[in-house]
């Protein structure tokens, strides 16, 4: 089926799924006048209550810093509350795209090709494939499965995982029958990470399909859901991408299910809230989303910014700039507000979370450099500015309070004075700001309290309270943490420290101690000194700051505290409605992970080399191995070179070569073939203890190698041919 | 498929040499996902036979190294036989074979017919030809050209004039502010 032509938004007027204009203008003009009044408030009540001793250079630092921080308050404030204002409000939202789909919808097939696009890099192997498996069962149940195409782009460069992720394929496909249904593609070189293998996906097959719909490796949706989504696309061809909301789902640590709870609370509001004032011109956060090809490939490339790494070099959040580009192509970026059917899963621990934020940092510090391009939509330029501010308001609010320990350090400043005037605008500043911090998570609450929105039992809806309160308390303890850490990114951003392309942890782990006391020993040693020079200044003043230095000294145990999987749902604390009832599409994927997990395991340290082993010892993944290797040419390395390593694989095992030495001979056609026999037919004492052992275990532990990756019981064996 | 016979005396080699050729090549045709232990029993026996010739033509290789390559050689006739009207490299046509048989269900469908090339299923064999045939999309290939970004600080301010200049009565207000705060400071100034 080939795409038709896509009306082009050079069209008089909006195109449907463009929100109409003065619907816009109205939106934001309320929005950003309820948020400037906020924050001249906020800037005025400082400005009298700093100005009583005259000015100096300290508190116009002071007040430099706070502009932009309460502006970024005002603005979460007042999202939040539109949001509970719109989630209240009896009539439907004009601009509500599920309004665009009729009755007679239900059913109808589909008259468009979707590719689901999964770009992996080392990521679980299991974990991926049996997500894609629930979304493509639970598309199969939709009916419309035949429209919808599913591709693995793995950019791996571990060679245990990228044997895993074909053989999970093999398998994947043979169970469900899905060969030509669903693909796996690896690259050789990952050439501008993501959005390369985004890019790569695009230029070979992007024209065969009208949409995409963008998953992460541990994304999850459900296939009413991707259905709905492709025909929202086709009734409003002004949409060029649309993204839901993903709900994190699946966590184990407090930390993760704190994360999930307060997102499932407080999430739809925001949602709601965000929805409101960048309606046409959204962001994309780079997965469960649905993109409209031709004009994603026609308009969205992305080129290299000027300067090197960190700020400057290949663009790390593509997402936002691909939004902005589809935008400045006249193309709609649209929330579709949804609670059901799209999941993510979040970072296990604080540190992991602070090592996915390092990247998130240097990716919208880069942003900079297009605050400034031609041709944006306005909103699209704020965007950019929003996702800079995220970050660079840890070290606003560092300075903030260094600002503030050096006012109250300085005889007759502000802080101290008591004149009357001076004293009220003050305390309105605290008061003001404690509302704007809390009152939306308080409005949030007791609309979920008389509405049940999230949980109709009275019991439940209590229990949320009683969480809510423990989650505000546990974010406020972690937040000055976090900007702690935050500043440190920002600095070593600009002093030109890149980060690492490395793969995220999405599981629990366990407790790493010693990694966890090197990590935050030092925020501890920042608070025992803070706490002194507080101490001294005056204890007014210790009792000021206490909050934030008391969050510094514990941050050891709070670290341990939240990677710990007693998460407090004995107690019924931090539940969520996929928790509780978990959708189709989750809880047959959780099954399947737990069958996997309960297998037999092998030694560690064949487990640690499974795949390797595999494409060396099993003739059928090594056949498949060869088979995806062989129209390659490899002419690079010589004979010779590929010989000798090939030695020292077999007498001296995986652990002897280096990780580009094991590269070499992998993507070595004619190695992988006489590897495989060369290994069979070594006599004992030619063979590394580890093969010895792999030929003896690998028949024992399972009469079929797959169990290792993917589950076995209840999932019907199809021996469907490979199509024409 | 002949019937077993359990007749093996090599004439060069030791014991414990065959008998780790044996070993190995047990587990190999295991991994073959081969449950049948009869046809196992078989195929092992023929190979080593096969294999005790060799040996005794060239002992300075160990039996298990001769077991292996005539289980190897065996694999590839008989695959040739199977493949024979398409076009494979060597290559090819052991790796892509091998995936074939597992493909088509033949360790569970057809285990008795593993390596025999006298009385090979038509319906064996054509499952395995259409488990190699090729699979995927086809590629359309479409260009996907990033396009400069223009990120200069003074477009920005050619963005602004330029709108400005679409609203004349906006530009001359300022350039009216403009002129009086310049006289109103120069009024400060002389006063």
């Known amino acids: 089926?080939?795409?038709?032509?896509?009306?082009?938004?050079?069209?008089?007027?909006?195109?449907?799924?463009?929100?109409?204009?003065?619907?816009?203008?109205?939106?934001?003009?309320?929005?950003?006048?309820?948020?400037?009044?906020?924050?001249?408030?906020?800037?005025?009540?400082?400005?009298?209550?700093?100005?009583?001793?005259?000015?100096?250079?300290?508190?116009?630092?002071?007040?430099?810093?706070?502009?932009?921080?309460?502006?970024?308050?005002?603005?979460?404030?007042?999202?939040?509350?539109?949001?509970?204002?719109?989630?209240?409000?009896?009539?439907?939202?004009?601009?509500?795209?599920?309004?665009?789909?009729?009755?007679?919808?239900?059913?109808?097939?589909?008259?468009?090709?979707?590719?689901?696009?999964?770009?992996?890099?080392?990521?679980?192997?299991?974990?991926?494939?049996?997500?894609?498996?629930?979304?493509?069962?639970?598309?199969?149940?939709?009916?419309?499965?035949?429209?919808?195409?599913?591709?693995?782009?793995?950019?791996?460069?571990?060679?245990?995982?990228?044997?895993?992720?074909?053989?999970?394929?093999?398998?994947?496909?043979?169970?469900?029958?899905?060969?030509?249904?669903?693909?796996?593609?690896?690259?050789?070189?990952?050439?501008?990470?993501?959005?390369?293998?985004?890019?790569?996906?695009?230029?070979?097959?992007?024209?065969?399909?009208?949409?995409?719909?963008?998953?992460?490796?541990?994304?999850?949706?459900?296939?009413?859901?991707?259905?709905?989504?492709?025909?929202?696309?086709?009734?409003?061809?002004?949409?060029?991408?649309?993204?839901?909301?993903?709900?994190?789902?699946?966590?184990?640590?407090?930390?993760?299910?704190?994360?999930?709870?307060?997102?499932?609370?407080?999430?739809?509001?925001?949602?709601?809230?965000?929805?409101?004032?960048?309606?046409?011109?959204?962001?994309?956060?780079?997965?469960?989303?649905?993109?409209?090809?031709?004009?994603?490939?026609?308009?969205?490339?992305?080129?290299?910014?000027?300067?090197?790494?960190?700020?400057?070099?290949?663009?790390?959040?593509?997402?936002?700039?691909?939004?902005?580009?589809?935008?400045?192509?006249?193309?709609?970026?649209?929330?579709?507000?949804?609670?059901?059917?799209?999941?993510?899963?979040?970072?296990?621990?604080?540190?992991?979370?602070?090592?996915?934020?390092?990247?998130?940092?240097?990716?919208?510090?880069?942003?900079?450099?297009?605050?400034?391009?031609?041709?944006?939509?306005?909103?699209?330029?704020?965007?950019?500015?929003?996702?800079?501010?995220?970050?660079?308001?840890?070290?606003?609010?560092?300075?903030?309070?260094?600002?503030?320990?050096?006012?109250?350090?300085?005889?007759?400043?502000?802080?101290?004075?008591?004149?009357?005037?001076?004293?009220?605008?003050?305390?309105?500043?605290?008061?003001?700001?404690?509302?704007?911090?809390?009152?939306?998570?308080?409005?949030?609450?007791?609309?979920?309290?008389?509405?049940?929105?999230?949980?109709?039992?009275?019991?439940?809806?209590?229990?949320?309270?009683?969480?809510?309160?423990?989650?505000?308390?546990?974010?406020?303890?972690m937040a000055p943490v976090m900007m702690w850490f935050h500043s440190r990114f920002v600095m070593k951003i600009i002093l030109g420290q890149g980060v690492r392309w490395v793969n995220q942890r999405r599981k629990a782990g366990g407790v790493d101690w010693q990694e966890i006391i090197l990590t935050f020993g030092g925020v501890t040693l920042l608070g025992v000194i803070w706490s002194v020079i507080a101490f001294f200044i005056s204890h007014q003043f210790l009792l000021w700051i206490s909050p934030i230095l008391v969050s510094l000294l514990l941050a050891i145990p709070m670290a341990i505290l939240l990677s710990s999987t007693q998460s407090g749902r004995r107690f019924g604390l931090f539940l969520t409605p996929e928790e509780l009832e978990p959708p189709t599409v989750l809880g047959e994927m959780e099954n399947n992970l737990a069958e996997v997990k309960g297998r037999l395991q092998l030694p560690p340290e064949i487990e640690k080399s499974y795949g390797l082993m595999q494409v060396c010892l099993d003739p059928y993944v090594n056949g498949l191995h060869v088979s995806l290797l062989r129209r390659r040419r490899y002419t690079e390395l010589s004979r010779e070179y590929l010989d000798e390593i090939a030695r020292r694989f077999i007498k001296q095992g995986p652990q002897a070569l280096k990780p580009r030495e094991i590269n070499a001979i992998i993507n070595d056609t004619e190695t992988v073939i006489h590897l495989h026999y060369r290994l069979w037919s070594s006599a004992e004492n030619e063979l590394a203890p580890f093969w010895s052992l792999a030929i003896k275990q690998y028949n024992i532990a399972a009469t079929n190698p797959f169990t290792h990756l993917l589950a076995q019981k209840g999932h019907q064996m199809l021996e469907m041919p490979m199509e024409k | 498929m002949e019937a077993l016979n359990i007749q093996f005396a090599p004439g060069t080699g030791t014991e414990q040499e065959w008998n780790e050729a044996y070993a190995r090549l047990s587990d190999y045709f295991r991994s073959y996902r081969l449950h049948n232990r009869i046809r196992r029993t078989q195929l092992i026996l023929e190979t080593l036979r096969k294999a005790a010739d060799a040996h005794a033509k060239d002992p300075s290789r160990k039996p298990t190294d001769h077991a292996i390559e005539q289980a190897r050689l065996m694999l590839c006739h008989w695959l040739g036989r199977i493949y024979k009207d398409m076009q494979m490299t060597p290559a090819q046509l052991e790796a892509s074979g091998r995936l074939g048989f597992h493909l088509s269900g033949g360790p569970d469908k057809w285990p008795h017919f593993f390596l025999d090339e006298q009385n090979p299923p038509e319906e064996m064999a054509e499952a395995m030809r259409i488990a190699v045939r090729t699979s995927g999309p086809r590629m359309q290939v479409s260009k996907m050209t990033p396009r400069d970004i223009d990120l200069g600080l003074t477009n920005v301010a050619e963005d602004t004039f330029d709108r400005f200049g679409k609203y004349p009565y906006a530009r001359y207000a300022l350039l009216l502010l403009l002129v009086v705060l310049v006289l109103g400071y120069v009024y400060k100034l002389l006063k």
């Open chain 1, 1 to 477: 089926m080939s795409p038709p032509a896509v009306p082009t938004a050079s069209h008089h007027g909006p195109l449907p799924g463009m929100p109409p204009r003065n619907v816009a203008r109205m939106r934001r003009a309320t929005f950003f006048v309820l948020v400037l009044l906020g924050t001249i408030l906020g800037t005025w009540l400082l400005a009298v209550f700093l100005s009583g001793n005259g000015w100096r250079w300290s508190e116009i630092g002071l007040m430099l810093v706070f502009v932009p921080l309460f502006y970024q308050l005002n603005a979460g404030f007042w999202t939040a509350l539109i949001g509970v204002w719109l989630q209240n409000r009896p009539m439907d939202d004009p601009i509500d795209l599920w309004s665009t789909l009729t009755p007679e919808d239900d059913g109808a097939p589909l008259t468009a090709n979707i590719a689901i696009i999964i770009p992996v890099y080392n990521e679980d192997v299991t974990r991926v494939w049996e997500g894609l498996r629930s979304c493509y069962l639970s598309l199969e149940k939709t009916g419309q499965l035949q429209h919808f195409d599913f591709f693995v782009l793995s950019d791996s460069d571990d060679t245990n995982r990228w044997i895993e992720e074909e053989v999970a394929w093999l398998e994947l496909c043979r169970q469900l029958g899905a060969f030509g249904r669903i693909f796996y593609r690896k690259r050789r070189k990952p050439i501008n990470r993501k959005s390369g293998n985004v890019s790569d996906f695009c230029r070979r097959w992007g024209k065969r399909f009208r949409y995409m719909i963008v998953f992460d490796a541990d994304s999850l949706m459900s296939g009413a859901l991707m259905v709905a989504m492709t025909r929202i696309m086709e009734k409003n061809p002004g949409l060029g991408i649309l993204q839901t909301f993903p709900k994190q789902i699946a966590s184990e640590t407090l930390l993760g299910r704190l994360m999930q709870f307060a997102q499932a609370l407080y999430g739809p509001a925001f949602m709601a809230g965000i929805n409101y004032w960048q309606g046409g011109e959204s962001n994309f956060w780079g997965h469960n989303a649905i993109i409209r090809l031709e004009p994603f490939i026609q308009h969205c490339a992305l080129p290299p910014l000027p300067a090197t790494v960190p700020f400057g070099g290949h663009i790390l959040s593509h997402d936002f700039v691909e939004a902005a580009l589809m935008r400045k192509a006249g193309y709609a970026v649209r929330l579709l507000p949804s609670t059901r059917g799209s999941y993510e899963e979040g970072p296990p621990s604080l540190i992991d979370m602070l090592k996915r934020d390092r990247r998130w940092c240097q990716g919208n510090m880069q942003h900079f450099w297009l605050l400034f391009a031609k041709g944006w939509h306005p909103m699209s330029r704020l965007n950019f500015a929003h996702g800079v501010l995220s970050y660079v308001s840890s070290p606003l609010w560092f300075f903030f309070l260094v600002f503030s320990t050096i006012l109250a350090a300085t005889p007759g400043s502000g802080i101290r004075d008591q004149r009357e005037q001076i004293a009220l605008a003050g305390q309105l500043l605290l008061w003001l700001t404690v509302i704007l911090i809390f009152l939306p998570k308080v409005v949030i609450l007791t609309d979920e309290m008389l509405t049940g929105r999230l949980f109709k039992p009275l019991r439940l809806r209590l229990l949320a309270f009683i969480s809510s309160m423990l989650d505000t308390f546990i974010f406020s303890l």
